[in-house]
């Protein structure tokens, strides 16, 4: 056994267990965090998203708006406003700070998709913003000669018929890059290619004569892997056009930015970081948690802490098990409230079991029917609290950001 006792360790990387482990780091806490995997913002937008869809339909204008919809029992409502406020200036001030600024806060913000709708969200890095192609007539969509899964024609069919750019031209528009090799290859490929002094370059090039002055582009997330706007600063002056990165099928880039800038500050702020293991046990004693032991490349191994912050996410982060019949959260075997009728048929419906999870008092704490708290020092952020149907709502990182943020404060 290590024999230092932290004050927090963190289960997950995921978007909670990363901004869990940042916010505790920066108030001065000594945190651990350990985790099996990636999490899926490795994969995912990055974007934001607080309240896309009310609760009994229709997208929000302000993700606000829709609190008084929100079921008991739904995580905003055990964060309160004021919380979710505070997370929301937190996560900006970080990504000002560490340079890869987000827009404020300011109402839904649309992102168009490479399925050729508009998606609201919240939280927006300025690249990914729709409202900047406000001013521009002509809307250039460019893709990249052989990359899968984005097709200008498709985005431009669909965005023409919109009432929303009833006044704009849509024009689908191809660039090559041979430089990346045979058809087939996704937008990271391209992302990387694009940090490079050539690929950048080549891109600029290629375009430059294809498209007006003044005009709007929307394109795949390709303008860097690394966390930063400078590809996105310079492709945009030496067009002279306001460009649009759009949110595409996994893996797509724009998370995988905001994941490298959180990890890099969890490295700055000293949080030690312990990868491929897994949490296989806890040791509790009187009502709290002492240890986990995890499992991993170097065998077995406890970890002691005085306060636990589990953000396991759900059935995909494994946070959640299921057999026949029967859910449970992974670490602590605490169960898990399952309503018939898991799922249902029609796919664009709330689906009960985006909403498992474990049930937590105003502390985030697991907590039993009468609220009262079992493990007083572990607390739950993120996906695996129950509650909230975030592909339904669109509130996944919302639930993460607030609820880290306020684990992290409760400390
Ligand atoms: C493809 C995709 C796109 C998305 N797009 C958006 C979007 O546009 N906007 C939005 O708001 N949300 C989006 N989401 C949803 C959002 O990403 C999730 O709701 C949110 O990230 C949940 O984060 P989490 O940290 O709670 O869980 P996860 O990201 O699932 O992370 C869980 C972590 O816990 C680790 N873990 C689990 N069990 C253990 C254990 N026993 N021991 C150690 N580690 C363990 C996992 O390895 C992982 O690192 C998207 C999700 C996906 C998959």
Redesign the pocket.
């Given at each position: 056994m290590n024999g230092k006792i932290y004050d927090n360790i963190v289960?997950?990387?995921?978007?909670?267990?990363l901004l869990n482990a940042v916010f505790s780091a920066s108030s001065g806490k000594s945190v651990k965090l350990?985790?099996?995997?990636?999490?899926?913002?490795t994969?995912?937008?990055g974007?934001?998203?607080l309240l896309g869809y009310s609760t009994v339909g229709g997208i929000l204008k302000d993700p606000f708006d829709g609190f008084s919809t929100l079921e008991a029992g739904h995580p905003y409502l055990k964060c309160g406003r004021a919380a979710i406020d505070k997370a929301v200036r937190a996560f900006l001030d970080i990504c000002d700070k560490r340079g890869f600024p987000y827009l404020p806060a300011n109402g839904c913000r649309f992102v168009p998709t490479a399925m050729g709708r508009l998606k609201p969200?919240f939280l927006v890095p300025p690249s990914m913003d729709m409202e900047s192609l406000r001013g521009a007539e002509t809307v250039y969509v460019a893709g990249v000669d052989g990359m899968k899964d984005f097709s200008p024609e498709i985005i431009c069919g669909a965005f023409s018929s919109m009432e929303y750019f009833k006044c704009k031209r849509f024009e689908p528009l191809s660039v090559s890059l041979p430089e990346l090799g045979a058809a087939g290859f996704g937008s990271m490929e391209a992302a990387r290619f694009m940090d490079s002094e050539e690929g950048c370059s080549a891109f600029i090039d290629r375009l430059k004569g294809k498209i007006n002055t003044g005009c709007g582009m929307i394109i795949p997330p390709i303008l860097g892997s690394k966390p930063g706007l400078w590809v996105y600063e310079r492709v945009k002056s030496e067009l002279n056009a306001e460009i649009c990165e759009s949110?595409v099928i996994?893996p797509a880039v724009t998370g995988y930015r905001l994941r490298s800038m959180l990890m890099g500050f969890l490295g700055d702020l000293g949080v030690e970081l312990a990868e491929n293991?897994?949490?296989i046990s806890a040791e509790v004693k009187n009502g709290r948690c002492i240890s986990v032991s995890t499992a991993g490349p170097g065998g077995v191994k406890s970890h002691r802490a005085d306060n636990f912050t589990v953000?396991?996410?759900?059935f995909?982060?494994?946070?959640l098990t299921s057999a026949a019949g029967r859910v449970w959260e992974?670490?602590f075997g605490l169960p898990v409230k399952t309503p018939d009728g898991w799922a249902s048929a029609d796919f664009s419906e709330r689906q009960n079991y985006s909403g498992f999870g474990v049930s937590v008092n105003d502390r985030l704490n697991a907590c039993d029917i009468l609220g009262k708290p079992v493990y007083e020092n572990v607390y739950f952020a993120?996906?695996?609290i129950a509650g909230a149907d975030?592909p339904y709502e669109?509130?996944?990182?919302?639930?993460?950001l607030a609820t880290s943020y306020l684990a992290a404060s409760l400390l």
């Open positions: 289960i997950g990387a995921g978007m909670a267990g350990i985790t099996a995997g990636a999490g899926s913002l994969i995912g937008s974007l934001i998203d969200s949110a996994p293991a897994r949490v953000a396991s996410g759900g995909y982060g494994g946070g992974s670490v993120g996906r695996i975030s669109h509130s996944g990182n919302g639930v993460a």
